[in-house]
């Protein structure tokens, strides 16, 4: 694993480890919007194996087109990018331009609450049983970026991050493990030691417990990431990880989102589908491309200003 010491990292590597896992997760959403809803029947009915960017399903989109898997980790990002450091009041900015936008697909939790700040400048929410959605997690890949280096300052800001909209321990705890694996995984871990993490999950909150995977793939967290781990540490690259995820059905925008952050961070840049790549929306690929150097350059594993300028 690498070191977090800026002196001992190699920056090119870091970068494209970090961009993969930004490009996972659009790959994932772009891909998974296609059979989101589905069951698994139907989406054999239909595609066979679903397995090429072609937009279309229930929000009939555009071939590369996003949801807001995407749109609301780039508004993180850029709130990030604009503060220079984390400041949610700036992130529920840019959640709320994004909302006025009127956006393609906003979950329902999300809109609640950046409907709430927007009227009433109310910062997070109180906590709620029926907080236990998808909708935080599906976003942690800035913060797991702008945080490399420090677990203490990932742990905290993906709790803060998550409380914007989401306020149930369930949702904190997926919201801190997303968050580790793809800082693991971008550092070089092996899969025992990204298994040895979701193993500390399951040991604080038995109901990750994936092993007797049943194939629910709701937006109900525990299955997201059920069907995230279930389908990530029982395939072999990125793309057989993907495929086997959407094919699932459910939330598979999401479930494919969060599968393309941890497997793009895994996997690495050369092992993203050139044929997807090719597909995803331009703008998105080039704002990603253009951030993530950016957050990468805010965060602890770069402590002096020269080494931040390089990257």
């Given at each position: 694993?690498?070191?977090?010491?800026?002196?001992?990292?190699?920056?090119?590597?870091?970068?494209?480890?970090?961009?993969?896992?930004?490009?996972?997760?659009?790959?994932?959403?772009a891909?998974?919007?296609?059979?989101?809803?589905?069951?698994?029947?139907e989406?054999?009915?239909?595609?066979?194996?679903?397995?090429?960017?072609?937009?279309?399903?229930w929000?009939?989109?555009?071939?590369?087109?996003?949801?807001?898997?995407?749109?609301?980790?780039?508004?993180?990002?850029?709130?990030?990018?604009?503060?220079?450091?984390?400041?949610?009041?700036?992130?529920?900015?840019?959640f709320?331009?994004?909302?006025?936008?009127?956006?393609?697909?906003?979950?329902?939790?999300?809109?609640?609450?950046?409907?709430?700040?927007?009227?009433?400048?109310?910062?997070?929410?109180?906590?709620?049983?029926?907080?236990?959605?998808?909708?935080?997690?599906?976003?942690?890949?800035?913060?797991?970026?702008?945080?490399?280096?420090?677990?203490?300052?990932?742990?905290?800001?993906?709790?803060?991050?998550?409380?914007?909209?989401?306020?149930?321990?369930?949702?904190?705890?997926?919201?801190?493990?997303?968050?580790?694996?793809v800082?693991?995984?971008?550092?070089?871990?092996?899969?025992?030691?990204?298994?040895?993490?979701?193993?500390?999950?399951?040991?604080?909150?038995?109901?990750?417990?994936?092993?007797?995977?049943?194939?629910a793939?709701?937006?109900?967290?525990?299955?997201?990431?059920?069907?995230?781990?279930?389908?990530?540490?029982?395939?072999?690259?990125?793309?057989?990880?993907?495929?086997?995820?959407?094919?699932?059905?459910?939330?598979?925008?999401?479930?494919?989102?969060?599968?393309?952050?941890?497997?793009?961070?895994?996997?690495?840049?050369?092992?993203?589908?050139?044929?997807?790549?090719?597909?995803?929306?331009?703008?998105?690929?080039?704002?990603?491309?253009?951030?993530?150097p950016?957050?990468?350059g805010?965060?602890?594993?770069?402590?002096?200003?020269?080494?931040?300028?390089?990257?």
């Amino acid at each position: 694993m690498a070191e977090a010491h800026s002196g001992m990292v190699d920056r090119q590597a870091l970068v494209d480890r970090c961009r993969a896992a930004f490009l996972g997760l659009a790959l994932g959403d772009a891909l998974g919007a296609t059979t989101e809803f589905l069951l698994p029947g139907e989406i054999r009915h239909r595609h066979k194996v679903h397995n090429r960017i072609i937009g279309g399903g229930w929000l009939n989109l555009k071939a590369g087109e996003v949801t807001d898997d995407t749109q609301m980790s780039l508004c993180i990002a850029r709130a990030i990018d604009q503060s220079g450091g984390w400041d949610a009041r700036c992130v529920m900015e840019h959640f709320s331009r994004w909302l006025k936008s009127k956006p393609v697909d906003v979950g329902a939790t999300c809109r609640r609450s950046i409907s709430r700040y927007i009227l009433k400048q109310e910062l997070g929410r109180p906590y709620s049983d029926w907080d236990a959605g998808n909708g935080a997690a599906m976003r942690m890949v800035p913060v797991a970026l702008f945080t490399l280096g420090d677990e203490g300052m990932l742990a905290e800001l993906a709790v803060d991050q998550a409380r914007l909209t989401h306020h149930n321990l369930l949702s904190d705890a997926a919201c801190i493990v997303v968050g580790r694996l793809v800082q693991q995984a971008i550092l070089g871990a092996d899969r025992p030691a990204l298994h040895g993490i979701v193993r500390e999950l399951i040991a604080a909150h038995p109901k990750f417990q994936y092993h007797s995977y049943r194939g629910a793939a709701s937006a109900y967290v525990v299955e997201t990431l059920q069907t995230v781990f279930h389908h990530f540490f029982g395939t072999g690259d990125f793309e057989e990880c993907l495929v086997a995820v959407v094919n699932q059905g459910g939330d598979a925008d999401t479930t494919g989102a969060i599968a393309g952050m941890i497997a793009g961070a895994f996997y690495g840049l050369d092992a993203l589908p050139k044929k997807w790549l090719k597909v995803l929306d331009p703008a998105v690929r080039e704002e990603i491309d253009s951030l993530v150097p950016r957050l990468l350059g805010l965060a602890p594993i770069f402590q002096n200003r020269e080494d931040s300028e390089e990257l």
